[in-house]
């Protein structure tokens, strides 16, 4: 069972064009909420984070809008350039009594054409 | 600073051969993961542990066993290779809650 649900899969955005990426998830006492970015034959790089008592953060062109109520979160991709083309996941993280669980979404393959 | 290491990069198995996975970390984390890389399923967390000699189960933990061995070092063990465990398995390290998680290089295993 899916904990976070991610959405699109796939996603073909033009240069200069805005990127979304949709997370969903269940469990409210989920309390960080970070976006992952990940290139071919490497390991997934922390690129923005957000905790619940936040509706948006923004970092250059990247923005995370969260949405407590609806239990949704999404991330921005602002003027989407080709090197920003990669897979990204959210996630979410809680504390559990073994430690702190960080639980990711499937993954949205990003690609940014000229 | 090396950050998290994992060996070995590549191995193929045979089905029923066993295998150690071995991470480990020189940024002082407390927390430390074990994931698997799948098309189409994203990462899915194998097990984590919260500090030495303490273990939890993630998502996907049948097939597998780990061992905190100190601070450093989070190994994740294969009994009894299946083809159903050809991946890419990734380990991570955060110093604790709601802060980065830093990963690892990935290990490709392929169980024929």
């Known amino acids: 069972q899916q904990q976070v649900k991610q959405s699109p899969q796939s996603l073909i955005v033009q240069k200069g064009g805005i990127s979304i990426i949709n997370c969903a998830y269940e469990?409210?006492?989920?309390?960080?909420f970070p976006w992952y970015q990940q290139f071919p034959g490497k390991g997934p790089a922390l690129l923005i984070a957000?905790?619940?008592?936040?509706s948006e953060k923004k970092e250059g062109r990247f923005t995370i809008s969260f949405n407590k109520s609806a239990k949704q979160f999404s991330l921005h991709i602002m003027d989407s350039q080709p090197g920003d083309s990669a897979t990204y996941f959210c996630?979410?993280?809680?504390?559990?009594?073994?430690?702190?669980?960080?639980?990711f979404g499937t993954g949205t393959q990003l690609k940014v054409e000229l | 600073n090396a950050g998290v290491t994992q060996t070995p990069k590549f191995q193929v198995l045979k089905t029923g051969q066993s295998m150690t996975l071995q991470c480990a970390q020189d940024?002082?984390?407390?927390?430390m993961y074990w994931y698997r890389q799948d098309p189409g399923m994203g990462l899915r967390l194998i097990y984590y542990?919260?500090?030495?000699?303490?273990?939890d189960k993630g998502e996907v933990p049948n097939g597998y066993n780990v061992s905190r061995l100190n601070k450093r070092e989070f190994s994740l063990r294969l009994e009894s290779a299946a083809p159903s465990q050809t991946s890419v398995y990734f380990c991570?390290?955060?110093?604790?809650?709601?802060?980065?998680?830093?990963f690892g290089q990935g290990t490709r295993l392929t169980v024929v």
């Open positions: 991570a390290s955060r110093k604790g809650a709601n802060t980065e998680a830093f």
């Open positions: 469990n409210t006492a989920f309390d960080y």
């Open positions: 957000i905790r619940p008592d936040v």
């Open positions: 996630a979410a993280s809680i504390e559990t009594g073994g430690g702190n669980k960080l639980t």
């Open positions: 940024m002082n984390h407390n927390s």
């Open positions: 542990s919260a500090s030495e000699g303490t273990t």
